[in-house]
């Protein structure tokens, strides 16, 4: 019975002790001090390091107490270190994983004995700039030679990171690439992965053609709170070819000819003309395109093909162009297309007044030479009367003979 007596006096005293233990002890901030960098710059993937030195009065904090580190609201503990030896060194480092990109504010506190705390008011800001974009390193590509793509992205401070490819083609149509491709690609497109140990990197293996030329090609690095991307366009080199839109026409008296390369470098278009000097050419480019201008007679040129070549630094390409004629026809109230409708009239036009001139000069000849017979007649009418005068009076004469004296 008495020792019973003792052990529930023995449970109050310990309980009344706690008691009085629990009472927080009223605290002089001067006693309290932590030195601490106050402005600390980091990037999205870097880890948070925040060393840290704590001053105060250890006849007041009791072993084990705690320094913790809170984010905006002291009760939003995001680190905690326990110290159980009061020789322990003050100076430590608080490490936490970075938050998105942003501004921040930390502090820290203490606590010990019965929940006996104290917040240091000095406070911690923290800058996290962007996320460092990753980097694709693409050389210059020619058309049927394996290139190679590589995406380079920066270790997050904790966790991995999340590569994959996108594509855009000239036509606008976006494809992505992660670690699997479609069979038809994947003769052109094989994916590769960085060692084990550093998988922050991932290149593509590609056998670029004409079509992939000026396409942009996206790295995306995801991760656990952040997406960053890079686009690059690329370049391929190839050799020249004919475009199907070449065309030869022949237009009244013109012979129009119109040849469009496609290639990479610009691939100048040439007219194998031989000796034929009655010409004009003119040329323009647009993008990866070249298209020249061909005039002449078309009375001059007999063949019924017209030859384009071109070429740059990787090929030579060579066309033969077949010639057609156009009849456009006649619009009403258009002078240009009434011009062109006299000029194809002009030689029919010719022929009618030729002839009509023809029967003009035979008239003309016809009458002159009736004019002048009849003239001829008069004139002889004329010479036979005088001369039959004259007879006459010849012969009136002759009767009148001289009298003899």
């Known amino acids: 019975m008495a020792l019973t007596f003792l052990v529930i006096l023995w449970i109050l005293l310990?309980?009344?002790s706690c008691q009085f233990q629990c009472i927080p002890e009223t605290l002089d901030d001067s006693d309290f001090y932590i030195n601490v960098t106050e402005h600390i710059t980091v990037q999205s993937t870097d880890c948070i390091r925040i060393p840290h030195e704590v001053i105060f009065p250890r006849d007041k904090v009791t072993v084990p107490y705690k320094k913790m580190l809170f984010k905006g609201d002291p009760s939003n503990v995001v680190d905690t270190k326990v110290v159980n030896n009061m020789n322990h060194d003050a100076k430590d480092i608080f490490s936490i994983t970075t938050p998105p990109s942003g501004e921040y504010k930390y502090g820290v506190k203490l606590k010990w004995g019965c929940n006996q705390t104290f917040v240091f008011p000095k406070?911690?800001?923290i800058s996290v700039s962007a996320l460092t974009t990753p980097i694709v390193v693409s050389r210059l590509m020619v058309e049927g030679q394996r290139a190679q793509l590589t995406c380079l992205a920066p270790m997050p401070c904790s966790g991995g990171v999340l590569l994959f490819w996108k594509w855009t083609n000239a036509d606008g149509q976006s494809r992505r690439k992660d670690n699997y491709f479609d069979d038809s690609d994947h003769t052109r497109w094989q994916m590769?992965?960085?060692?084990?140990r550093r998988q922050n990197y991932k290149y593509i293996l590609v056998n670029p053609?004409?079509?992939d030329h000026n396409t942009n090609i996206t790295c995306t690095a995801t991760y656990g709170h952040d997406v960053a991307e890079t686009t690059v366009t690329l370049t391929v080199k190839f050799s020249?070819?004919?475009?199907?839109?070449?065309?030869?026409?022949v237009k009244g008296e013109l012979l129009v000819c119109v040849c469009t390369s496609w290639g990479n470098p610009l691939p100048p278009v040439f007219w194998p003309l031989g000796t034929l000097t009655d010409h004009s050419v003119t040329s323009f480019s647009d993008a990866q395109r070249v298209s020249s201008t061909l005039t002449m007679p078309a009375a001059k040129y007999h063949n019924a093909t017209v030859k384009c070549m071109s070429r740059n630094e990787l090929g030579e390409a060579e066309s033969p162009i077949p010639i057609q004629n156009v009849t456009e026809p006649a619009r009403v109230n258009s002078f240009p297309e009434s011009s062109e409708g006299c000029h194809s009239a002009l030689p029919g036009l010719t022929g009618v007044c030729f002839a009509l001139n023809l029967v003009f000069v035979a008239v003309f000849i016809c009458i002159y030479q009736r004019s002048r017979k009849q003239r001829k007649e008069s004139r002889e009418e004329a010479d036979t009367y005088a001369t039959l005068r004259k007879a006459d009076m010849e012969e009136a004469y002759s009767t009148i003979s001289p009298q003899n004296k």
Do not use: Y
């Open 14 to 16: 310990r309980t009344t």
């Open 123 to 125: 406070r911690i800001h």
């Open 192 to 196: 590769r992965f960085g060692p084990r």
């Open 209 to 211: 053609t004409a079509d």
């Open 240 to 249: 020249p070819r004919i475009l199907n839109s070449s065309h030869c026409t």
